[in-house]
């Protein structure tokens, strides 16, 4: 998978007409085979602009106006990164007249050591759900299965899956990495940041990242779109994926196979009401 | 600069080290989802000193915690009450295993801040009643680039005593202070030969070998003469474009020391906490009445790059950055301090 010619092709081609502001793709670093985000607005940068199965961000992260201040975005987005989109179009923090989509029909990228990642193994999407220029050949949508590590927790007994999640939240240094990369925690003040509420714990103990890791992920059930960005972006390693897991699981399941950003103007399961939702759980 | 030094090999310093950790409160790098934190350790198996290091944590929340109680409060309709917290600031004597040379430095940076207009009694004490014992690095890491700044990384005594794995199979051990010396007297009960002309010639071997693995080289006097006049520099919009404006540079570098206080009440009774903060954050800066000096990311780098270069030498005559590459291993996004720097002073 190297769509690098493709990509500066298109970005010199939206430079040229004057379509876009900034350009926001993947960069080599110079000392490894990783990369880097890359947001350009001199069309002389456009050679160094790369595309391979290395190029693991999430770039619909930086539509938020801290990053490319409300201008107008050409996007290179894989199959994970385009749901993430379709959720911010949907929520109203982007404009599509801003955004110019490189969808790329997504192979799979790799992780540190050199392997497939867990959540391209698997996929549900991996061609681009909204885009205005397709790269590769789409493959479809493929069967969802309950995440590896959920099934494995799910065996343990309670008090053992307890310490697990103590550990987790013991070595969390709320740096809030996770919250910063994910591009669905999009508001101007979190609700984990006000300093003066007593309900949100701003010190830094294993019960206040217990409080903001779990509140986070439950603002994020239902929407998140397993790109795993929060997970890259942890610098104590957690296993962050394991609460969204849990609780797309427990979506999917209970709310009609209901998976986030698939669909346009689709606002989620939480948003949505149907006749034939399931209600043996009333008396 | 104190020549003590005792030469053993593999075993030796695994039985010097199981005596530590029998006598002492120890500290060492400990794995948890593959990045190694200073834990308190009861056995050698748990953990590994000489753990790699772009995978550990820096030690200073062992000094400097990610959070620590500062008062207790209690409020009734007589007014409210303050009170002392029940957190013990440490009294007895402990032993940090594994210490990396530039998170020593590190310490030793901090110092200067801790000690400056108001003295931190909880971090002095912390300092004082730790002995801290440190592996020197075979080899460079791909971020480190310790030995292009202000500090001399081979006569360095910001640790009390050195480990160094010699070229020639042997192992020194190596007293850089006083206290590091009476250390190893006292507890090193095995028999060893005390270390002559030759060890010394050894470590420098070793220092040169290490010193050659840098793939980072900076110009250090330039770089910090040049970021002097470049407060209105338009690169720092440039270098910070992609960041995500998270707290995870600050909060594991080895010499940030920011800090926000936060309480947590429950009913009429609460606590005061420090905790970490950062100046990458939006926040930081936010004054009440709602202005923010720093409102846009390039701003804060700018404050960052600077406040590690400039200002800090400035002030204390050392500089900020001890070039541990933490922050560039940690990075989301992998900016490098390193590379914002000399991009700035365009080197």
């Excluded at chain 2, 409160?25 to 990045?35: C, D, R």
């Excluded at chain 2, 040379?101 to 004490?125: E, F, M, N, P, S």
Aim: with cysteine; net charge neutral; charged share 25%.
């Amino acid at each position: 998978m190297d769509y690098s010619k493709q990509i500066q092709e298109i970005a010199s081609k939206l430079f040229a007409e004057n379509k876009i502001d900034y350009f926001v793709g993947y960069k080599q670093n110079s000392f490894d085979d990783s990369q880097v985000p890359f947001l350009i607005t001199d069309p002389a940068e456009i050679p160094k602009l790369v595309f391979t199965d290395r190029s693991v961000f999430n770039l619909a992260n930086y539509l938020k106006p801290d990053h490319t201040k409300r201008k107008r975005v050409g996007l290179v987005v894989k199959g994970c990164d385009s749901r993430a989109l379709n959720l911010m179009l949907t929520e109203s923090q982007v404009k599509r007249e801003n955004v110019y989509i490189i969808g790329i029909c997504c192979e799979g990228v790799l992780n540190e050591k050199g392997e497939k990642a867990q959540n391209c193994v698997e996929c549900v999407m991996p061609d681009p759900v909204v885009y205005d220029e397709m790269i590769g050949t789409p493959t479809g949508k493929r069967e969802y299965k309950v995440n590896v590590d959920i099934r494995e927790l799910a065996t343990k007994a309670l008090e053992e899956r307890a310490d697990y999640f103590e550990s987790i939240f013991e070595n969390c240094i709320r740096c809030n990495a996770c919250r910063h990369s994910c591009p669905l925690c999009y508001c101007a003040k979190c609700c984990l940041d006000q300093e003066t509420s007593t309900l949100y714990h701003g010190a830094n103990t294993s019960s206040g990242a217990m409080h903001a890791l779990m509140t986070w992920s439950l603002h994020l059930a239902g929407r998140c779109v397993d790109c795993r960005n929060c997970e890259k972006a942890c610098p104590s390693h957690l296993p962050l994926h394991l609460l969204h897991k849990q609780n797309e699981s427990v979506i999917y399941e209970n709310f009609q196979q209901h998976l986030a950003g698939m669909e346009k103007d689709d606002r989620g399961a939480f948003y949505k009401y149907s006749l034939s939702d399931p209600d043996d759980f009333i008396l | 600069m104190n020549v003590f030094i005792v030469e053993t090999d593999k075993t030796g310093l695994q039985k010097f080290y199981k005596e530590i950790i029998g006598k002492f409160e120890t500290y060492a790098p400990v794995e948890k989802f593959g990045k190694y934190d200073y834990k308190k350790v009861s056995k050698l198996d748990e953990c590994d000193p000489d753990s790699p290091i772009e995978m550990t944590m820096s030690v200073k929340p062992l000094f400097f915690p990610k959070t620590a109680k500062v008062m207790k409060f209690r409020e009734d309709n007589t007014g409210t009450t303050v009170s002392e917290t029940d957190e013990d600031p440490l009294t007895g004597q402990r032993v940090i295993l594994g210490v990396k040379h530039c998170d020593a430095r590190g310490l030793q940076v901090l110092d200067q801040v801790y000690k400056w207009d108001y003295i931190d009694t909880d971090y002095q004490k912390r300092r004082e009643n730790t002995l801290i014992i440190s592996t020197r690095c075979d080899k460079a890491g791909t971020q480190c680039f310790c030995t292009s700044l202000d500090y001399d990384v081979e006569n360095s005594d910001a640790h009390d005593i050195r480990i160094v794995n010699g070229l020639d199979g042997k192992i020194y051990i190596q007293a850089v202070t006083q206290k590091g010396e009476g250390f190893v007297k006292e507890n090193l009960s095995q028999q060893s030969a005390v270390g002559s002309q030759q060890s010394l010639e050894e470590i420098k071997k070793h220092y040169q070998l290490f010193e050659a693995s840098f793939r980072l080289k900076m110009n250090y006097s330039e770089v910090n003469a040049k970021l002097q006049k470049l407060f209105d520099s338009l690169e720092f919009e440039t270098v910070s474009s992609n960041c995500i404006s998270c707290n995870t540079c600050a909060f594991i570098c080895p010499t940030c020391h920011c800090f926000k206080i936060t309480d947590e009440k429950i009913k009429d009774t609460g606590v005061r906490y420090k905790s970490y903060d950062s100046c990458n954050n939006g926040y930081f800066t936010l004054m009440a009445g709602g202005h923010n000096p720093r409102p846009v990311k390039y701003r804060r780098w700018r404050q960052r790059a600077l406040h590690k270069f400039v200002y800090y030498k400035e002030r204390f005559g050392m500089n900020l950055c001890v070039g541990c590459g933490h922050c560039a291993i940690s990075c989301p996004v992998n900016i490098s301090i390193f590379d914002v720097v000399n991009q700035v002073a365009k080197i």
